[in-house]
């Protein structure tokens, strides 16, 4: 565990813990990290990392399997505030860069390491289109096989009941997240970042 705060420009290494094990890693750029939030932002051609270890108790991660190495379209704005269990995910569109809508990511709260942070995706999320009167529910179905895989062993309960929090605070018209983010844009002279060497060895 470390206090360090990131500058904006710094590169922050997200990395995705599997039972123990660091199982993915991406690089993303600081945009803001304080006290109330640490805002990242993952852009195009971002590189994905898949330690080499063997295979994992509930297999390879789904990226790896599907052959991605790097973050594709348009980069993604990651909204994160300290100990929730979830983030708040900026995307765009088409060549104009469009606003796209909201995604709620549940994963696992923050820990910050000496190269960035850890946490892991829990699958089950929710997505409010810009268009769209209401938000929606996503991969229900992989979430329950991914309950079957062992991948959140006795996690489930608390996983459901984030959700369904999040869905509870939409449906009363909350918005606890700066709805400007949704204008924002990346520094042009921003480079493309790259993991680290090492960046699977830095303990858990």
């Known amino acids: 565990m470390t206090d360090r705060r990131f500058a904006p420009g710094d590169v922050v290494v997200r990395r995705e813990i599997l039972l123990g094990e660091v ?17 990242l932002y993952l852009p195009p051609g971002a590189e994905f990392g898949f330690p080499e270890l063997g295979e994992f108790p509930c297999g390879r991660h ?17 909204l994160q505030r300290p100990g929730e269990a979830h983030s708040v995910d900026v995307f765009w569109s ?66 459901r009941a984030e959700g369904d929090r999040i869905a509870a605070l939409l449906d009363a018209g909350e918005r606890w997240w700066d709805e400007s983010w949704a204008s924002w844009k990346p520094g042009p002279a921003w480079p493309v970042p790259r993991l680290p060497a090492g960046w699977h060895a830095v303990p858990v």
């Not at 789904?62 to 990651?78: D, E």
Request: hydrophobic share 40%; glycine share 8%.
């Open 94 to 159: 088409g060549p104009d860069r469009a606003f796209a809508g909201w995604y709620f990511n549940l994963q696992d709260p923050l820990r910050r390491t000496p190269i960035g942070v850890d946490t892991l995706d829990h699958e089950l999320d929710l997505w409010w289109a810009a268009d769209a009167d209401r938000y929606v529910w996503k991969d229900v179905e992989i979430f329950a096989q991914r309950l079957v895989e062992g991948r959140y062993p006795g996690m489930e309960a608390a996983i």
């Open 62 to 78: 789904p990226w790896q399997t599907a052959g991605h190495r790097a973050w594709s379209g348009h980069g993604k704005l990651m």
């Open 23 to 39: 199982w993915f890693g991406c690089p993303t750029i600081c945009v803001e990290d304080s006290p109330d939030l640490l805002a």
